[in-house]
């Protein structure tokens, strides 16, 4: 039997205690042109994906907008079909069912939206936005269905005579509560956190994140936590995926990750988190990457990150590299951390001729 491993803010897993199983996830968006519709081209939002996610721990999924990590938290719950490939959920494999056989597991999996206004419909109350669920799954109606709705808006810091509301009496972080609680209605095990605080001002955050830690710890969920404010992701998860143009270049153990980026990406994103010192901000380097974004409908061949890293060589731009483990758990593809062994480069020193 493995032993269990602690990963992070009490969450224990082993490595037979996964909840959320992820291999070669595709999801390509066609482009058509002309009168007929013609195929021309394909959006590859998502282009072979591999992850894991423990019972009872936060999975943070980061990356600059458009690479694809809203994509792929869509395509995990089925809201958006996937292209090709696997995601398995308690060993049930999801891809493939049918809307009836889909059905009873919307129960287990839910979303937190990012917009808390947008996601919620303006033309009903707060109570009966949580209570929809509720009727919808059979789990509770009339009464019970009212008392459900109350014990919900105590559980996410808000009072019952909210309930009479409608959506623009409240503020977003209140109204992100709101939404929250209607994730939980259902008591679901797995919730899909869709940059859920990226739209609310700095002290409502922290507010949104703590919730959602003790609502993790009082009903034992697991998160997948979609962000691209690192600092917000370090507190809040046990492990980190990062994210670049529709695959994931890195994942580790947050202390891991944070302490000892492997991957040219990964420690340009975090040499962007600001500092609040400034003697140790002046101190610090900051890695400034060249150019934009690839696009996702051509990408570049090879390692996708070589059109803007600072220590590519030519076999960077010829052969997809490996999705190597370095130190246990700890996961990274990149050419040059594999031909040094497993050593991070040191992109402080100026970039190499590419």
């Known amino acids: 039997m493995t032993a269990p491993s602690v990963s992070g803010h009490g969450a224990v897993a082993t490595a037979s205690d996964e909840l959320v199983v992820v291999r070669d996830l595709h999801k390509y968006f066609p482009i058509t042109a002309g009168v007929f519709s013609r195929h021309v081209a394909d959006v590859r ?10 019972r009872g721990e936060t999975l943070g999924l980061v990356g600059e907008s458009g690479s694809g990590k809203t994509t792929a938290g869509r395509v995990i719950l089925r809201l958006t079909e ?45 109570g009966s936005i949580i209570r929809e669920p509720l009727e919808i799954h059979k789990i509770a ?19 019952p005579y909210h309930a009479n509301r409608y959506p623009h009496e409240f503020s977003g972080g209140q109204r992100q509560r709101v939404g929250v609680a209607r994730a939980l209605a259902v008591n679901p095990k797995f919730i899909v956190a869709d940059e859920p605080v990226s739209a609310l001002d700095v002290s409502i955050q922290a507010q949104v994140i703590n919730l959602l830690q003790e609502l993790q710890q009082k009903l034992g969920l697991t998160y997948l936590f979609i962000a691209h404010d690192l600092s917000v992701v370090r507190h809040i998860s046990n492990r980190v995926a990062v994210m670049y143009v529709g695959k994931i270049v890195e994942i580790a153990d947050r202390d891991q990750l944070y302490e000892n980026p492997l991957h040219p ?28 974004i690839p696009s996702p409908v051509n990408p570049p061949s090879g390692c996708r990150f070589h059109t803007r890293c600072p220590v590519a ?8 590299p490996a999705f190597n483990e370095y130190e246990p758990g700890h996961r990274a593809a990149c050419h040059w951390v594999e031909e040094h062994g497993g050593k991070a480069p040191d992109l402080t020193a100026g970039p190499s001729v590419l």
């Open 313 to 320: 060589f030519g076999r960077c731009k010829v052969e997809v």
């Open 82 to 126: 996937a292209t090709k490939g696997s995601i398995r959920f308690e060993g049930r494999e999801l891809v493939g069912l049918s809307r009836g056989e889909l059905r009873p597991l919307r129960k287990e999996m839910q979303i937190i939206f990012q917009d808390p206004y947008a996601s919620l419909n303006p033309r009903m109350t707060v």
């Open 265 to 292: 990406y990964t420690q340009a994103l975090l040499s962007a988190i600001p500092i609040p010192d400034p003697g140790v901000e002046r101190r610090k380097k900051r890695i400034i990457l060249s150019g934009d």
């Open 141 to 159: 109606q009339g009464k019970d269905a009212d008392t459900r709705v109350q014990e919900l808006l105590r559980l996410v810091g808000l009072q």
């Open 45 to 54: 939002a998502v282009d072979g994906v591999d992850f894991d996610i423990r």
